[in-house]
């Protein structure tokens, strides 16, 4: 048998890119690794799927290339080749931030705070080009190879001023990130990609997402009629990013912040109405360290303390049970002798507390010139130390991508 030839290189599309691994395949588009061989770099490939909406992949490459920030993903090329449009885009080996959540996976407060600023960022800088994204998701920020944020895939973006993307009786996003006016089927405006934000920020503030529910259509309903649980106390430095996530999430647009513009002002000091309501934790107590040596002086002082109050417990009950007959021996005086017996005696009440009282007797005897004979008291009996002591007891998401069937305003 012969040698095998030489596997041949995959053929250069559109005479430039060569498509290497598939990304991802859904019934919009597919998403190739690629490498660009004139500038010999990676790069991302989108090809039109067959049979999709010509109109929306050219919308979203319109989209795109007027967009260009250090937060939003980078449009190389547009073109079509065999009938086939395509878009080519900058590669970010960083993965994307869903891929750093999936695994309950939780962001420092760095972290999260870095996050947040470099999103709002890519957002306000859309906004104010008339691209509303009407899906943001932990799936479409993606990392560049320093960790920089990039807002990703603006395949169902709103350019305002144009006509809607939005199919008749379709509502387009991810369920777990919609927006309520979206799903009542109103226009979507950049107040609802604050919405669409408000719901990241409070997965990586709580672990958790706001709403959660086995279906599509009921997870859709939740953002539309019910309030989200609070969020669980916070440390001081993400005090601002969770009061700018309570208010992102309001239910009415107008209640948000306005626009990505708007939340980059807040995180960055500007007002939030929410800001009094958010609970801080306390700052993490050190455990107090003694060196070995102090330890074992400590311990030597204690277990003399214990003793010593042993020993003085034991002279005080000894004492107490004997009987010592009194002899005072009085001599002409100008005022009386007073002599006081006080005893301790301990008595256990019926519940599990033992309480104690102290019993004095006193005896006064008149001044006299001539010597009386000895008076001996009746000894006093003390009753056994009882305490009761009671018992302690110590108590101790593939998000799904929603298409619901609703009224869509035009």
Do not use: C
Not at 111 to 128: F, I, M, P, S
Request: aromatic share 4%; hydrophobic share 40%; proline share 10%.
């Amino acid at each position: 048998m012969g040698i095998p030839p030489p596997a041949m290189a995959a053929p250069l599309f559109a005479g430039r890119y060569r498509l290497r691994d598939t990304l991802s395949s859904t019934t919009m588009a597919e998403v190739w690794l690629a490498t660009d061989s004139e500038l010999d770099r990676q790069v991302v490939v989108k090809l039109l799927a067959s049979g999709a909406d010509r109109g929306r992949f050219e919308r979203e490459a319109r989209a795109a290339a007027g967009l260009s920030h250090p937060n939003i993903v980078q449009l190389f090329d547009f073109g079509e080749e065999g009938g086939r449009p395509y878009m080519v885009f900058e590669y970010l080996a960083g993965g994307s931030l869903e891929d750093r959540l999936v695994n309950g996976d939780r962001l420092t407060s760095d972290e999260v705070t870095t996050v947040a600023g470099e999103v709002a960022a890519g957002l306000a800088h859309a906004h104010e080009h008339g691209v509303v994204h009407r899906d943001l998701k932990p799936g479409n920020v993606l990392f560049d190879g320093e960790g920089r944020s990039k807002i990703a895939d603006f395949g169902i973006a709103r350019v305002l001023g144009t006509d809607t993307l939005t199919d008749a009786g379709t509502v387009l996003g991810t369920a777990a990130y919609i927006s309520p006016e979206q799903v009542r089927g109103e226009l979507a405006t950049p107040a609802s990609d604050v919405y669409s934000f408000g719901v990241i920020l409070y997965r990586l503030l709580a672990g958790r997402l706001p709403f959660e529910a086995e279906s599509p259509t009921e997870l859709a309903r939740l953002h539309r009629d019910a309030e989200p649980p609070p969020l669980p106390p916070v440390r001081e430095e993400l005090r601002r990013p969770a009061a700018v996530a309570t208010s992102a999430l309001a239910k009415e647009p107008a209640e948000r912040p306005a626009d990505g513009t708007a939340l980059v002002r807040s995180l960055e000091g500007g007002a939030v109405a929410d800001a009094a309501t958010t609970r801080i934790l306390p700052p993490p107590v050190a455990p107090t360290r003694f060196p070995r040596r102090r330890l074992a002086l400590l311990a030597a002082i204690a277990i003399l303390v214990i003793a010593a109050a042993g020993l003085l417990a034991a002279i005080v009950l000894s004492g107490g049970q004997a009987s010592a007959p009194a002899t005072p021996v009085h001599s002409a005086t100008t005022a009386p002798t007073t002599t006081r017996t006080s005893t301790p005696s301990t008595t256990t009440a019926p519940s599990t507390t033992a309480s104690s009282t102290t019993t004095t007797t006193r005896h006064t005897q008149p001044a006299t010139t001539t010597t009386h004979p000895t008076t001996t008291h009746p000894p006093t009996t003390t009753l056994p130390l009882t305490t009761a002591v009671p018992p302690v007891t110590t108590a101790a998401t593939t998000v799904p991508t929603l298409s619901l069937p609703t009224t869509t305003a035009p």
